[in-house]
């Protein structure tokens, strides 16, 4: 069975990774449109040692994601080239935000979540009141902003979450979508009528950790040392680089420089166009990103 990836992102090779690990004897491709990998890791590191990141520049730990994403590190044999920063630290507890031509810095702690900060018009902690105060309003899904803004009040989504998006996201919070970003947040509010009590009732639905994962020595060292957010020696590029690396010596064919032009059915296989070949492949796994995938001609199907 041939199996496609569309995108050499860092999605795209570790799907192509774990459909290596679950199925070894199928035939994968990856295409990448441009002449690089990794998307939007992009480390470059200049003459005087300094690393310079393009795009995001640490991992988080928390959660299975986190979790699984350092086992990969590990198993991809980078556990010595990895630079961790703990809870407490100077780089994880200090944030600040640039209001009027002003810097200022986010509460971090009990004592200044009390505390009236600026640019915050009263202590963040009573946010959590506009939470328990506010109606519940139905919907679907909205953006990450409009929610935060509707629940907790105005302070937190200009001065907290906003700059949160634009760095963790590369984004604007009034254009990114809560379910997509916040998926239990948005149901906890809607199933309870409030987040924080949602969080408390609904407990027993919060995610578990995977057990399996917790045999990661790397993940082990993380969660009792208490990191916060890891990066590699020479920058994230690093694990795109030993990623691919490691698919190509395992048989994976990564096509750079390869973008997609069209897919297309016929007799019970799918074709994908490329610049220079057709594919003939059983399955398409997507990487791309929506705005991307929208532009390769739709598939067409002939019997």
């Given at each position: 069975?041939?199996?496609?990836?569309?995108?050499?992102?860092?999605?795209?090779?570790?799907?192509?990774?774990?459909?290596?690990?679950?199925?070894?004897?199928?035939?994968?491709v990856v295409l990448e449109a441009s002449h690089?990998?990794?998307?939007?890791?992009?480390?470059?590191?200049?003459?005087?040692?300094?690393?310079?990141?393009?795009?995001?520049?640490?991992?988080?730990?928390?959660?299975?994601?986190?979790?699984?994403?350092?086992?990969l590190a590990e198993s991809l044999g980078l556990?010595?080239?990895?630079?961790?920063?703990?809870?407490?630290?100077?780089?994880?507890?200090?944030?600040?935000?640039?209001?009027?031509?002003?810097?200022?810095?986010?509460?971090?702690?009990?004592?200044?979540?009390?505390?009236?900060?600026?640019?915050?018009?009263?202590?963040?902690?009573?946010?959590?009141?506009?939470?328990?105060?506010?109606?519940?309003?139905?919907?679907?899904?909205?953006?990450?902003?409009?929610?935060?803004?509707?629940?907790?009040?105005?302070?937190?989504?200009?001065?907290?979450?906003?700059?949160?998006?634009?760095?963790?996201?590369?984004?604007?919070?009034?254009?990114?979508?809560?379910?997509?970003?916040?998926?239990?947040?948005?149901?906890?509010?809607?199933?309870?009528?409030?987040?924080?009590?949602?969080?408390?009732?609904?407990?027993?639905?919060?995610?578990?950790?995977?057990?399996?994962?917790?045999?990661?020595?790397?993940?082990?060292?993380?969660?009792?040392?208490?990191?916060?957010?890891?990066?590699?020696?020479?920058?994230?590029?690093?694990?795109?680089?030993?990623?691919?690396?490691?698919?190509?010596?395992?048989?994976?064919?990564?096509?750079?420089?390869?973008?997609?032009?069209?897919?297309?059915?016929?007799?019970?296989?799918?074709?994908?166009?490329?610049?220079?070949?057709?594919?003939?492949?059983?399955?398409?796994?997507?990487?791309?990103?929506?705005?991307?995938?929208?532009?390769?001609?739709?598939?067409?199907?002939?019997?």
């Amino acid at each position: 069975m041939t199996v496609t990836v569309l995108g050499g992102g860092i999605s795209g090779l570790a799907a192509a990774h774990y459909l290596r690990t679950v199925n070894p004897s199928s035939r994968i491709v990856v295409l990448e449109a441009s002449h690089r990998l990794g998307g939007w890791i992009d480390s470059t590191k200049h003459s005087d040692g300094v690393v310079y990141e393009g795009g995001p520049r640490t991992l988080r730990v928390v959660g299975n994601a986190g979790a699984n994403t350092l086992a990969l590190a590990e198993s991809l044999g980078l556990r010595d080239k990895v630079r961790s920063v703990h809870y407490g630290e100077p780089s994880a507890k200090n944030r600040m935000i640039k209001v009027n031509g002003s810097l200022h810095k986010l509460p971090n702690s009990l004592k200044t979540a009390l505390t009236k900060l600026p640019p915050f018009s009263k202590p963040l902690a009573l946010s959590a009141i506009s939470d328990l105060r506010a109606k519940k309003v139905l919907a679907d899904d909205e953006s990450l902003f409009s929610f935060v803004n509707r629940r907790f009040g105005s302070d937190v989504a200009r001065y907290a979450i906003d700059p949160l998006a634009r760095g963790v996201f590369a984004g604007n919070a009034r254009d990114l979508s809560v379910k997509a970003l916040a998926k239990r947040m948005h149901e906890v509010e809607q199933k309870h009528g409030s987040v924080l009590k949602g969080f408390i009732k609904d407990r027993k639905n919060a995610e578990k950790p995977d057990p399996g994962l917790a045999k990661s020595d790397l993940v082990q060292q993380a969660r009792k040392e208490k990191w916060a957010v890891w990066s590699l020696q020479d920058g994230l590029e690093t694990l795109v680089k030993t990623l691919a690396e490691h698919l190509e010596q395992g048989g994976v064919e990564i096509r750079r420089s390869s973008p997609v032009l069209g897919i297309q059915g016929s007799q019970g296989h799918l074709v994908v166009q490329t610049n220079g070949e057709e594919i003939q492949t059983e399955r398409v796994i997507s990487c791309l990103p929506a705005n991307h995938l929208s532009q390769v001609n739709p598939v067409r199907f002939s019997v």
